[in-house]
């Protein structure tokens, strides 16, 4: 059975910062590329990083660059996002995403974590 379990997330003020953790089972994690997303309320789901299956390789939101860093493990199947300076619009529920290419494309997501950024 396919899981992404996201953990990490919560209330913290305005500057803080807070450590994502995403972690898999039930398919091969290392050969997938994995991306964190967020949804604001009333807002579409967007990306935020995301980083290449060996993890040689990562892409950040503009809105995010020099504060967010995304790293994996793959020997424990985990992805990270370290999130540093929080600002009041990065609250939003965050998921991890999972997405394999080839012949068959195979995606997965997580069930979310609800990160809140307010004095």
């Known amino acids: 059975q396919v899981q992404l379990v996201e953990s990490g997330g919560g209330l913290v003020q305005p500057g803080g910062s807070l450590r994502l953790s995403c972690a898999a089972s039930?398919?091969?994690?290392?050969?997938?590329?994995m991306t964190w997303y967020r949804q604001a309320p009333g807002k579409e789901r967007e990306l935020v990083a995301a980083i290449s299956s060996a993890g040689d390789s990562t892409n950040y939101a503009d809105s995010v660059k020099g504060r967010f860093t995304i790293s994996r493990d793959n020997a424990k199947n985990t992805v990270y996002l370290q999130m540093n300076s929080l600002k009041a619009e990065d609250t939003a529920v965050y998921y991890c995403?999972?997405?394999?290419?080839?012949?068959?494309?195979?995606?997965?997501w997580g069930q979310g974590t609800q990160v809140t950024v307010s004095s």
């Open positions: 039930g398919f091969t994690f290392s050969t997938y590329a």
């Open positions: 995403n999972a997405k394999r290419g080839g012949f068959v494309t195979r995606v997965y």
